[in-house]
């Protein structure tokens, strides 16, 4: 299909393409009111240079030999980016947690509950409103597939990575349009997340719901770390495990990236080899349809703690992963919504609509119920940063979050970063995000519902439990909204 001349012009043209899409953003204001990344406006552009868009006017206006017929970019160009979000979304998982302190669950519940209680509660939440409206709307109206009801929590938790890099299993599992409309809908999620955010953060301070003040109007674009700053001995020492080391730091630190990419590797041969020995006898797998970046996220947690148990934590540069991750993501949105069918999204349009206003109205209105009653102060600031992660992805999260409370007034920032640790691995692009479609079709949307409803329900009563427990089943401070 393409030679590695191909591959090499295929990832020049997603370097112009974002530096186009930097050059757009800083033209045109909307997008920048919107807060979109560089790398979904050279997405959006490298598919209105494609066949879809400029490829079908050329053919409009000169026939099926017009010279642009294909848009700009040949077929094995084109070939390479189909191909490409699958296989980059693994670097990005693999460096989630490289280089990031991994303190102990037990750590993590005591300074953060009510935020791990709020965002699994969310992610659910997506779950179950996804299968009731695709068993009593989508299915009976529309004819559509049963795994549509998990691309409200794919699109909006898991984002443009995770849609694109689901790709395959999609495929695997007979619902082909599943990807583009998850993409579809990662897109609405981000946009409805930054559009309603900003609108409930002008209400919140018009009700003196928000008790921080306003970012200052020379605040940075850069949005901040989740974690703290790597201290002055860890450099150090660095310097001493570094010396002699004839390697690009870059290099070593894209050497860990492999290594978690292999473990998790292994451990879904592993599984994929447990199911075949015990369950997988009756016919009923999953294993097999589960992609790899999942299991590379557990494989990046597993090369930190031996790193960490080593004393090699120095060697992993948390900027530099950044940096990796960073890169990947860009070449996974980019080609992602390049590779996206326009045809496909309208030959599905009214599941595609109806999901993203059901999933934008879950959002918005639990939000505006449960965070008022979970979060025993400043509850405004410490919800806005889940429900904007639930619409877009994390760094949407921490925008909206920077908007209300740009100091960090209310100490949300370090309970959002530490749910992250709770939420990643399993929601929001985690295992189940990744084995949600295989069990829809190998279960069926009743025993799914069971099990998301079941899962939803327990962090309910957990939060319940939470309430009464720190005495705030009726809060005096704060009153809920609906």
């Known amino acids: 299909m393409f030679t590695l001349r191909d591959v090499f012009f295929a990832?020049?043209?997603?370097?112009?393409l974002i530096l186009a899409g930097r050059l757009i953003k800083q033209k045109v204001r909307w997008i920048q009111s919107l807060y979109l990344p560089e790398s979904i406006v050279a997405g959006a552009l490298a598919l209105l240079l494609g066949p879809q868009v400029l490829g079908a006017i050329a053919t409009s206006v000169s026939g099926e030999d017009a010279l642009l017929a294909q848009g700009l970019f040949a077929e094995p160009i084109r070939a390479v980016w189909s191909q490409s979000p699958s296989i980059f979304i693994n670097i990005v998982?693999?460096?989630?947690?490289?280089?990031?302190?991994?303190?102990?669950?037990?750590?993590?519940?005591?300074?953060?509950?009510?935020?791990?209680?709020?965002?699994?509660?969310?992610?659910?939440?997506?779950?179950?409103?996804?299968?009731?409206?695709?068993?009593?709307?989508?299915?009976?109206?529309?004819g559509a597939h049963p795994i549509s009801a998990a691309l409200i929590e794919i699109g909006f938790e898991g984002g443009h990575g995770t849609a694109g890099g689901m790709a395959e299993t999609f495929g695997e599992l007979g619902f082909e349009a599943g990807a583009d409309l998850a993409l579809g809908?990662?897109?609405?999620?981000?946009?409805?997340g930054i559009i309603t955010g900003t609108t409930l953060a002008r209400w919140g301070r018009k009700r003196r719901h928000i008790s921080s003040f306003e970012a200052p109007a020379d605040q940075p674009e850069d949005l901040p770390e989740l974690t703290e700053t790597e201290s002055p001995e860890i450099e150090q020492r660095r310097q001493r495990l570094m010396r002699g080391l004839l390697i690009d730091p870059l290099s070593l630190n894209f050497g860990f990236v492999g290594i978690a990419v292999i473990f998790g590797w292994l451990i879904l041969r592993g599984l994929v080899l447990l199911e075949a020995l015990t369950w997988g006898r009756t016919g009923f797998t999953v294993m097999e349809y589960v992609p790899l970046f999942p299991m590379a996220l557990v494989g990046g947690i597993l090369v930190q703690l031996s790193v960490e148990r080593l004393g090699l934590r120095a060697l992993i540069i948390k900027p530099l992963m950044k940096n990796i991750a960073g890169m990947a993501l860009d070449v996974v949105v980019v080609t992602a919504l390049a590779s996206i069918s326009l045809t496909v999204i309208g030959s599905n349009l009214a599941t595609f609509l109806i999901l993203s206003v059901v999933g934008i109205a879950w959002n918005v209105l639990f939000f505006l119920y449960y965070a008022p009653r979970i979060f025993p102060d400043h509850w405004f600031e410490k919800g806005i940063g889940d429900m904007g992660q639930s619409m877009g992805v994390t760094a949407t999260g921490i925008l909206l979050l920077r908007m209300v409370d740009p100091n960090n007034q209310s100490g949300a920032f370090e309970s959002f970063a530490y749910k992250q640790l709770f939420f990643e691995p399993i929601v929001g692009g985690g295992l189940f995000t990744a084995a949600a479609p295989a069990l829809i079709a190998r279960l069926g949307l009743g025993p799914t519902l069971l099990i998301t409803g079941g899962l939803l329900?327990?962090?309910?009563?957990?939060?319940?439990?939470?309430?009464?427990?720190?005495?705030?089943?009726s809060p005096s401070t704060q009153q809920p909204l609906l």
């Not at 300074?111 to 695709?134: E, N």
């Not at 809908?185 to 409805?192: P, Q």
């Open 93 to 142: 998982f693999a460096a989630l947690f490289l280089g990031e302190s991994i303190p102990r669950p037990r750590d993590i519940w005591r300074k953060a509950a009510p935020q791990v209680i709020f965002g699994q509660s969310l992610a659910w939440g997506q779950y179950v409103i996804g299968i009731l409206v695709t068993l009593i709307i989508l299915m009976p109206l529309f």
């Open 457 to 473: 329900v327990f962090w309910l009563v957990a939060g319940y439990l939470l309430m009464r427990q720190q005495g705030r089943s």
């Open 11 to 16: 990832f020049i043209w997603i370097a112009l």
């Open 185 to 192: 809908l990662a897109t609405v999620g981000i946009v409805s």
